[in-house]
């Protein structure tokens, strides 16, 4: 994506949690900082990034505890506004960023990401239609075990590209937030 966000975008951190391009994420906002930051966002281009925390946040989650420095830069896709002036949203992510130290601190970070796209690649490609078909394959066979062992089966949605098919199915592993990062990290979608 080559998109640039004209403004400093607000970044969201949370402890737990890696947003991949191209997957929709549904968030609930209650804390005022992050109420004003949803504000913010809609009078703007309504754009966030969303930052996984640095292990030790704990310590200062009331303040400005640390976030890892690649993220993904997502849009607000959907908002409703609840009456105890909380927020449902539902987040697309749009591309993997580099964050960068913050251009604003104060009642939330902001900062001026660098967009990285990922390698480019063919969807015609005779390896990319076979990794597809495998990735297929793959996740129904788990979503059956999941629901087997009377877990919630990650959702294989066949008509997805490839690319948002590897990132849904990335973001939805059951494994620790730093793994995702790391697969966020990489810069080919077929790796």
């Known amino acids: 994506m080559s998109f640039e966000p ?23 906002v209650f804390e005022l900082r992050y ?18 925390l640095l292990p030790g946040w704990e310590r200062d989650y009331q303040g400005s505890p640390e976030f890892h420095s690649l ?13 105890d002036d909380c927020y449902h949203l539902r987040l697309f992510g749009l591309s993997r960023a580099w964050l960068g130290r913050p251009v604003r601190e104060f009642p939330f970070r902001a900062v001026r990401p ?25 996740g129904t066979r788990c979503a059956r075990l999941a629901e087997a062992a009377g877990e919630q089966p990650l959702p294989i949605d066949e008509a997805l590209g490839f690319e948002p098919l590897v990132n849904s199915l990335c973001m939805g592993l059951a494994a620790d937030p730093g793994e995702k990062l790391a697969l966020l990290a990489m810069d080919s979608v077929l790796e």
């Open 35 to 52: 109420r004003v930051l949803v504000r913010e966002a809609l009078s703007g281009e309504r754009l966030i990034a969303l930052a996984l």
């Open 114 to 138: 660098q967009v990285s796209p990922q390698e480019p690649f063919s969807e015609d490609d005779a390896l990319v239609q076979l990794e597809r078909r495998a990735l297929i394959e793959a």
């Open 71 to 83: 993220g993904c830069l997502a849009r607000i896709d959907e908002v409703a506004w609840l009456p």
């Open 6 to 28: 004209k403004h400093p975008v607000p970044v969201f951190p949370l402890p737990g949690v890696v947003l991949f391009p191209g997957v929709h994420l549904p968030l609930h």
